[in-house]
């Protein structure tokens, strides 16, 4: 009986002791160079391959090369971007008005009002090929 009268203390402690880890996480932050991975290159298809000149133009200064991160922004080839997850409007949504910091400890993500729409899609449509060839 005395431990279930103790219990809702027990669970008060934990649930801050939890609190604090998280904290702790967030204040220190992460080595964001060690989330760039090595990403396989598969043949593209032509929608593809004028996504990646898109890329390269508009992403890969924060994506890094073939969307696999860089030490300012996450790698897009990585299972948090499955399409499950981010669907591919979620890339248009996030093209036109930014996206705030909540996967990583990049910071935010600014719009980017230079892409246009259809090239957003091609965009997509090569970071998805990759996502394949790569196993995500």
């Given at each position: 009986m005395?431990?279930?009268?103790?219990?809702p203390?027990y669970?008060?402690?934990?649930?801050?002791?939890?609190?604090?880890v998280?904290?702790?996480?967030q204040?220190?932050?992460?080595?964001?160079?060690?989330?760039?991975?090595?990403v396989?290159?598969?043949?593209?298809?032509?929608?593809?391959?004028?996504?990646?000149?898109?890329f390269e133009?508009?992403?890969e200064?924060?994506?890094?090369?073939?969307?696999?991160?860089?030490?300012?922004g996450?790698?897009?080839?990585?299972?948090?971007?499955?399409?499950?997850?981010?669907?591919?409007?979620?890339?248009?949504?996030?093209t036109k008005?930014?996206?705030?910091?909540?996967h990583?400890?990049?910071?935010?993500?600014?719009?980017?009002?230079?892409?246009?729409?259809?090239d957003v899609f091609?965009?997509?449509?090569y970071?998805r090929?990759?996502?394949?060839?790569?196993?995500?």
């Open positions: 005395r431990l279930m009268a103790e219990l203390k669970i008060v402690i934990a649930v801050l002791i939890g609190g604090a998280v904290l702790i996480g204040l220190t932050g992460t080595d964001n160079s060690s989330l760039v991975v090595t396989k290159v598969p043949q593209l298809s032509a929608q593809a391959a004028e996504g990646q000149k898109l133009a508009n992403c200064a924060c994506h890094g090369q073939n969307a696999g991160g860089s030490d300012v996450p790698p897009l080839v990585h299972k948090v971007y499955r399409t499950s997850h981010h669907a591919d409007g979620a890339f248009l949504l996030a008005r930014g996206v705030n910091a909540h990583w400890q990049f910071g935010d993500m600014p719009p980017q009002p230079q892409v246009e729409d259809k091609a965009i997509v449509r970071v090929e990759l996502q394949q060839a790569n196993g995500i």
